[in-house]
């Protein structure tokens, strides 16, 4: 789904660049900016809740932020721990769980830098934003704080900041690398089969 979403952010700025004039955009070119950054920010927030879903139910991190999600998943499902003793195998066991997990999931959200630790915290990964900036060359707290406001005023306010293409191609290009930073983290913690 990460790169279905990243795909999308960009082809708004495919399309914004189509017979671009110079200029000041126009109403619907402006649209199609917040919209680029509106996708991008929802293509983080995505990877995130899969990574949750890929890691958590085949390896069972050890965190205080997953334990408390596992009392809230619990509290929330009451006959899961059955479902997952009685279910037949192993794999179907996981699949219990996961399905659990992803209901719990799918009230969250991860956007901006508090969620994304959090995010990580479900999976025992330990990054300090220093690490993320390594990662991703750039002042990754800081820039996802900018790019995730600006989604919020959009999304869940109605209001349209000024979106230049710059800025919605470098949130696009944070997300990607903040992503592949993150998958690398994740791979020396759990690697893959």
């Not at 085949?58 to 809230?72: C, I, Q, R, T, Y």
């Not at 769980?97 to 915290?121: M, N």
Request: net charge negative; proline share 5%.
């Amino acid at each position: 789904m990460f790169e279905t979403n990243l795909d999308r952010s960009r082809a708004f700025l495919r399309i914004f660049d189509t017979d671009r004039k110079v200029g000041q955009p126009s109403n619907d070119e402006k649209e199609l900016l917040r919209g680029s950054l509106v996708f991008a920010v929802g293509a983080l927030d995505a990877y995130l809740s899969d990574l949750i879903l890929e890691i958590v139910p085949k390896h069972g991190p050890k965190s205080s932020h997953m334990s408390d999600a596992l009392k809230a998943i619990a509290r929330a499902d009451p006959g899961l721990s059955l479902r997952v003793a009685l279910a037949a195998s192993a794999p179907e066991s996981r699949d219990e769980f996961r399905t659990a997990l992803a209901d719990w999931l799918a009230s969250k959200s991860f956007h901006g830098p508090e969620k994304v630790i959090q995010a990580l915290g479900y999976l025992n990964c330990q990054l300090a934003w220093s690490d993320l900036d390594g990662g991703t060359g750039r002042d990754t707290a800081k820039e996802l704080t900018k790019i995730t406001d600006d989604r919020h005023a959009i999304v869940h306010e109605g209001k349209k900041p000024y979106v230049k293409r710059d800025l919605a191609e470098q949130a696009n290009a944070l997300v990607a690398s903040l992503a592949r930073h993150i998958d690398g983290e994740v791979c020396k913690l759990y690697p893959p089969n």
